[in-house]
């Protein structure tokens, strides 16, 4: 069957390289090409099992790094704690290493089958069901593009991202955001001399309310990140300012003060928030990556849902041959519980990045002690890649 998906980010991609094989794939992304900026994003748990069993692990990995830990540091430049990965790497049966979420995408375009028509600059603005001719379900849907054309399909899947022009079509009241009450920023630019004085550990800082990380991203690059507190009740996209980035996350740290004096114009900078909705499919429409289930960025574990999340998708199509609304019904049956069980952890979690005041700051770095006994940080680990 004919299938548009619309978003060529990791979701889209992972599952343009899932139904190829089977489908005529159609991929329309609004960028004019592969995105670039970005994070540092841990990979593991159930993405990193499916990447084994799509046979795209080694694109990923090659592209990714095994740092040694985090340390973390204070406003005068002190070290004020550090937590290793070894543990976090032992427990996860050595599946778990960092990648900049920009690789991810190159990762997968690079094993994208040829028969997919990857169409970049082309932004969908709507979708809807095809005229019916008849009583019954749809059985086709219409993309509406913003520069007017339409194009119509067995099946469309939305994977473009958790502020999803589609996903109030899907599951109405539905569409707008579940902000967490947070704010993150970041960018890559050039500092060989930074990033060898960061070497092999990130640097987190230990303060209250805003914070920020800095880390060598490899070629003499330098990833800096900065999350504060905000208003709960704040659903907009914010607007990059480097002004306001520069003056608000002043002093937290020597060495995030240099990172700070480069920050570029233009930076990714966005609300943390996940996506709800009570369900993912209605007739040939359906929703998948985080336009269905983010978890959020402080989460994490949206790029390895993400991958795992259109492999599953994937599998229940198959399974469903002709019958593509059972097969929905079945993706979503099967894969909402691990998407539920990591959002609540993701809310529960979540102020660990960005402590609310001093009580909140001493209590985790109590707990980070804690960590380093011996076996407690095995027990931690496993937890934690627990699926």
């Known amino acids: 069957m004919d299938v548009i998906l619309i978003g060529g980010g990791i979701a889209g991609l992972a599952l343009a ?47 990714g790094h095994v740092f040694e830990g985090v340390r973390y540091g204070t ?14 790497v032992a427990a996860s049966g050595g599946r778990y290493f960092s990648i900049l979420r920009p690789e991810v995408e190159l990762g997968l375009l690079a094993v994208l089958p040829d028969t997919v028509d990857l169409r970049y600059g082309a932004r969908a603005v709507a979708v809807r069901d095809a005229d019916l001719v008849g009583a019954g379900s749809p059985r086709r849907a219409v993309v509406e593009l913003a520069d007017g054309a339409t194009l119509e399909s067995d099946l469309v899947v939305a994977c473009d991202g958790v502020r999803s022009v589609v996903r109030g079509q899907v599951a109405p009241g539905h569409g707008g955001i579940v902000p967490m009450g947070y704010r993150v920023a970041s960018y890559l630019y050039q500092d060989p001399q930074l990033a060898e004085e960061l070497g092999e550990r990130m640097l987190m800082t230990d303060t209250v309310r805003r914070v920020g990380w800095v880390y060598s991203a490899g070629g003499g690059r330098v990833g800096a990140m900065f999350a504060e507190r905000t208003d709960a009740a704040l659903t907009e996209r914010p607007v990059p300012d480097r002004s306001r980035l520069q003056r608000e996350f002043a002093g937290l740290h020597p060495q995030v003060d240099r990172a700070l004096a480069h920050a570029p114009e233009s930076f990714y900078d966005d609300l943390v928030a996940q996506a709800v909705a009570p369900c993912w499919s209605r007739g040939r429409i359906a929703l998948a990556g985080d336009a269905a289930h983010a978890p959020s960025l402080l989460a994490g574990q949206g790029t390895s849902l993400a991958i795992a999340g259109a492999e599953a998708l994937a599998r229940s199509l198959r399974a469903a041959g ?42 985790q770095q109590i707990a980070r002690r804690a960590v380093t006994l011996p076996g407690a940080a095995r027990l931690a680990a496993r937890r934690f890649v627990a699926p």
């Open 322 to 363: 002709p019958h593509v609304e059972v097969g929905l019904t079945e993706y979503e049956r099967r894969w909402r519980p691990t998407v539920e069980a990591v959002q609540r952890a993701g809310r529960r979690s979540a102020s660990f990045f960005a402590p609310a005041n001093r009580a909140q700051l001493r209590f």
């Open 17 to 63: 390289h899932q139904l190829a094989p089977d489908h005529r794939v159609t991929v329309l992304e609004a960028s004019p090409g592969p995105r670039g900026g970005g994070y540092m994003i841990d990979f593991f748990g159930p993405g990193y099992l499916a990447a084994e069993r799509m046979g795209i692990i080694d694109a990923l990995r090659s592209r």
């Open 75 to 88: 406003p005068d430049g002190a070290e004020s704690g550090r937590i290793d990965v070894g543990p976090l």
